[in-house]
């Protein structure tokens, strides 16, 4: 297994873990054991999709990002709400409202990721002529989704469309535009995503595709809700304000961006449970007439992120009416085709895979351990509950032969050992006597 030292914005709070086995059973990377009472979670499986933290119900799992003071560390800072953030005010009827409230309590300037989203919906309607990228082209908006594959199913990194998220490409406009007007440099200027998922803050710390991020850090959205939730309630219309597209507004929600993108030849899955399913229908060759596909770990899309604070299903609503308000003008018209060369949309740097599900990096080594995990397995019983510390028996034996675990974890090989322990003094007691 690698060595390489990953960021990671999820952790564990020891002091809160009971050793419970639920999110051994949740994590869709195999990526947590219970060892010695406590979960450890594998630094090279995890994916930070949250979803350890949205099941524990010790709330052992938590997300780290960055703190409001920390845009303090800037001469301007630079808040890019993600589109998910409206959708936690209950009928919110304007998107400024929350922008301007974001200025409240401490930014400078605002920049909506909705209007990077519409950028990034046109780069990739022009990606898609692109007849030699292999269908189904798989969407790079959720980085969960992408290390998933990295890690799963590294045979359709390929697949993984090559264009920057819409965080990112708002934040490279938003830097450049607000020093043009200002006058000032770029290293002035701090560029914050107000998050809904860890996810995105580690892809900011551990970028995906490029070598380094255009923002600055995140701020969760749970963490500024309740600040921001008075203001939002005073706040006025603003007549001059001029809003990204409701298509960009609606990438928030799952469907958003396959609509926008491919309404024709397009599938979009929400959960990563059901992500999974359907990667393995792709790796399949079962959906190769599919253009487009949207993935989103979290169900409902961001809006289901683990850290928002309003239910997904009344974010999702909230989104919808305030979409269903504004005008319908799609990103192809509202995006000059001169932002494409303006500003930086393709990645820089490859989609590599994950090599920590490899036994070895001998080949030779390698097959010698798989043999002796498919021995182990034989001698399994196949529950997969998780008793031993590792989420199933074949991550089990591979625990075993990684060095990890030994056959005596599992309750019912050692019930089995003392049975027969148990009877072998029995047999020699009446041996003795005889």
Not at 91 to 112: H, M, Q, S, T, W
Not at 309 to 325: Q, S
Not at 396 to 407: K, M, S
Request: hydrophobic share 40%; net charge neutral; glycine share 6%.
């Amino acid at each position: 297994m690698e060595n390489v030292r990953r960021y990671h914005s999820v952790y564990l709070d020891k002091e809160r873990c009971r050793g419970c086995t639920n999110c051994l059973e949740h994590c869709p990377t195999e990526a947590i054991r219970v060892r010695g009472g406590r979960a450890h979670i594998l630094d090279s499986l995890c994916i930070d999709c949250g979803e350890c933290i949205r099941i524990c119900d010790y709330h052992a799992k938590v997300a780290v990002t960055d703190a409001l003071a920390d845009i303090h560390r800037f001469k301007y800072s630079i808040a890019l709400p993600a589109p998910s953030l409206y959708g936690q005010f209950r009928g919110l009827k304007r998107p400024e409202y929350v922008l301007e409230a974001l200025k409240k309590i401490g930014f400078y300037d605002v920049f909506e990721v909705s209007r990077g989203a519409d950028v990034v919906t046109r780069a990739i309607r022009e990606r898609l002529r692109d007849d030699l990228i292999p269908r189904p082209v798989i969407s790079s908006a959720c980085p969960a989704v992408v290390r998933l594959i990295q890690v799963r199913f590294p045979e359709l990194l390929d697949h993984v469309i090559d264009i920057r998220q819409p965080m990112e490409v708002a934040a490279s406009i938003a830097r450049a535009e607000f020093c043009k007007k200002h006058n000032c440099r770029p290293d002035e200027v701090g560029c914050f995503f107000i998050t809904p998922c860890p996810a995105k803050m580690t892809v900011i710390r551990a970028p995906l595709g490029q070598k380094k991020s255009a923002l600055d850090g995140a701020v969760s959205i749970m963490e500024i809700y309740g600040m921001l939730l008075p203001h939002v309630e005073k706040m006025q219309a603003d007549p001059d304000f001029e809003p990204s597209t409701s298509y960009g507004v609606a990438w928030a929600s799952s469907n958003g961006e396959a609509n926008a993108v491919c309404p024709e030849s397009s599938l979009s899955v929400d959960g990563i449970s059901d992500v999974i399913r359907v990667l393995e229908e792709v790796e399949n060759y079962k959906l190769n007439d599919l253009e487009y596909l949207e993935g989103n770990a979290c169900v409902g899309g961001c809006v289901g992120g683990a850290l928002t604070f309003e239910n997904n299903y009344v974010a999702k609503a909230t989104l919808r009416k305030l979409v269903a308000g504004m005008p319908k003008v799609h990103p192809d018209q509202a995006v000059p085709i001169s932002m494409l060369t303006k500003y930086q949309m393709r990645n820089d740097v490859p989609f590599e895979p994950n090599q920590a599900m490899q036994l070895d990096d001998n080949l030779v080594a390698a097959m010698q351990k798989m043999n002796r995990m498919k021995e182990i397995l034989e001698t399994l019983p196949g529950y997969d509950c998780g008793s031993c510390g590792s989420p199933t028996c074949k991550t089990f034996a591979e625990d075993i032969v990684r060095g990890y675990a030994t056959e005596m974890d599992c309750i019912h090989l050692m019930k089995n050992k003392l049975k027969a322990m148990a009877e072998e003094m029995v047999n020699l007691a009446q041996m003795t006597r005889k």
